[in-house]
C-alpha cells in the first residue's frame, strides 16, 4: 500500500509537470510562425543603420504593405494574439518587430526609427536582425519564408555594412 502511494504521489507530480510544461509551451508563441493570409498585401522590410552623431547608431526600418503598431489597448485573450489583425483602412497587417543583436533579442520596435547605444555592439562584426511579427509576437511568413532583414556591420572596416540580407526586401533602394 505504501509503494502504491508514491507511485501516486509520483505519478501525480509527472503529470502536473508535464502540464505545467504544456501550458508554458502553449504560451511561448513568440518562435512560431504565421502565414500571411492570401489576400492581404505581403509586407516588406528592409533596414539602415547609420552611426549616431552622438553615440550609438540609428536604425532605420523601411516597411511597406505594413502597420507598425502598438498592441490595442486593453487586455487581449491568446485567440486575438494569435490572430491576424490588419489596418481596415489599408487592408495591412499589423503588428510590430523583434529586434536582435548577435542573436539576443533585444526589443520591440513600434515605430520607424530608434536609437541602438554602442553598448549593444561589440567590436568588430555584429549582426543586426529585425523580424516582423503579429500581436501576439509570431513571426509572419510568406509560403514559408520569415519576413526578416538582417546586417552586418564591423565598426572595424571602411565599408561599414559588409552584407545584407533581406527575406522581402522593400522597393525603395538602399544606399548603404
Known amino acids: 500500500m505504501r509503494y502504491f502511494k508514491y507511485a501516486l504521489i509520483l505519478t501525480t507530480a509527472a503529470l502536473l509537470s508535464f502540464k505545467l510544461f504544456a501550458q508554458q509551451e502553449m ?10 493570409p492570401n489576400d492581404t498585401p505581403i509586407p516588406a522590410l528592409s533596414l539602415k543603420l547609420l552611426k ?10 523601411d516597411t511597406q504593405n505594413y502597420d507598425l503598431s502598438v498592441p490595442p489597448e486593453g487586455a487581449m485573450n491568446m485567440q486575438q494574439m494569435m490572430s491576424v489583425t490588419t489596418n481596415d483602412d489599408t487592408g495591412f497587417l ?16 513600434y515605430g520607424q526609427a530608434l536609437h541602438l547605444p554602442a553598448n549593444l555592439f561589440k567590436s568588430g562584426i555584429n549582426t543586426v536582425s529585425v523580424t516582423l511579427n503579429n500581436h ?8 514559408g519564408k520569415k519576413i526578416v532583414a538582417t546586417l552586418y556591420v564591423n565598426d572595424q572596416s571602411k565599408e561599414f555594412i559588409t552584407y545584407r540580407f533581406e527575406s522581402f526586401p522593400s522597393k525603395v533602394e538602399n544606399t548603404h
Open 27 to 36: 504560451m511561448d508563441h513568440s518562435h512560431m510562425p504565421i502565414a500571411v
Open 136 to 143: 501576439g509576437h509570431m513571426y509572419w511568413t510568406v509560403q
Open 94 to 109: 499589423q503588428g510590430h518587430a523583434h529586434l536582435y543583436i548577435n542573436g539576443i533579442k533585444i526589443q520591440r520596435i
Open 52 to 61: 549616431d552623431s552622438m553615440s550609438g547608431y540609428n536604425l532605420i526600418l
